[in-house]
């Protein structure tokens, strides 16, 4: 893979190493249900190696409620960003945008739950700065409907932005932040962390909003996208497995 040959010239003159992950559809399958979307014990076991090097730095930037993602991941050592990077945590860092008010999205979810009690199946999930509404196990013929409430709700409320991900819709508030802002802001204070003079950047996603953080970094990382989607990531890898071996290749580095 001409990307791991890049890889092994960069880090091999001892430089730092800084590691930025999505988490669903990267460092998981994707799943029917958001539930199900478990960390593998393997994987898990290679982040912890990557966690625990003096030489690196791991963090996972998901549109996951912090909390969830927190525990999902189960890993010390980490930044944990949820909701887009609206709330950071973990590694002595802590982030929450000073303009992210959890009171428009409360708002937000009574309106969608008001307006989605004739359409079976639809769930709200509240995650503090963000609220998702997932139709998953809407009838496919009633998903126009959920279509049309969430662009109603959007309409009333120009604090909120609506990011359309898979069978899902997530309301957060719209304060111009987002992956790439998130990334950026991860990258220079784990960088700072780090003995290493020089630092090798890595950015993985499968997202259409990893897709920020792609532009986001260019130039200062190496940005890889999960799938076959046109993308502006400088490499593409074909799934979850690549990223396993890629990030098997990465702790090696850094815990040899
Ligand atoms: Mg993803």
Redesign the pocket.
């Known amino acids: 893979m001409r990307l791991l040959d890049r890889l092994d010239r960069e880090l091999g003159d001892g430089a730092g190493l800084v590691v930025i992950l999505?988490?669903?559809?990267?460092l998981t399958p994707l799943v029917s249900s958001p539930g199900a979307a478990v960390l593998a014990p393997s994987v898990r076991a290679t982040l912890a190696r990557l966690a625990a090097s003096e030489r690196a730095r791991l963090a996972i930037l998901?549109g996951r409620g912090l909390a969830d993602l927190r525990a999902r991941v189960a890993l010390d050592g980490v930044v944990y960003g949820g909701c887009y990077g609206l709330e950071i945590a973990g590694r002595r860092l802590r982030f929450r945008h000073p303009r992210a008010r959890r009171s428009g999205v409360a708002a937000t979810e009574r309106a969608l739950a008001a307006a989605l009690r004739s359409v079976p199946g639809a769930r709200l999930e509240c995650k503090g700065l963000a609220v998702s509404l997932h139709y998953r196990r809407v009838v496919p013929s009633r998903r126009r409907a959920v279509r049309e409430i969430a662009a109603q709700v959007l309409s009333r409320r120009p604090d909120l932005a609506l990011i359309a991900g898979h069978l899902v819709f997530d309301f957060l508030p719209r304060v111009g932040w987002d992956k790439g802002t998130a990334a950026r802001w991860m990258v220079s204070r784990m960088v700072r962390t780090l003995p290493a003079r020089r630092a090798v950047i890595v950015y993985a996603?499968?997202?259409a909003s990893?897709e920020m953080a792609f532009a986001a970094l260019r130039g200062r990382a190496l940005t890889i996208h999960v799938g076959a989607r046109p993308t502006a990531a400088e490499y593409r890898v074909r799934g979850v497995r690549d990223v396993q071996t890629l990030l098997h290749r990465l702790a090696s580095f850094v815990t040899a």
């Open positions: 999505d988490y669903d559809g990267t998901s996603g499968d997202d990893d």
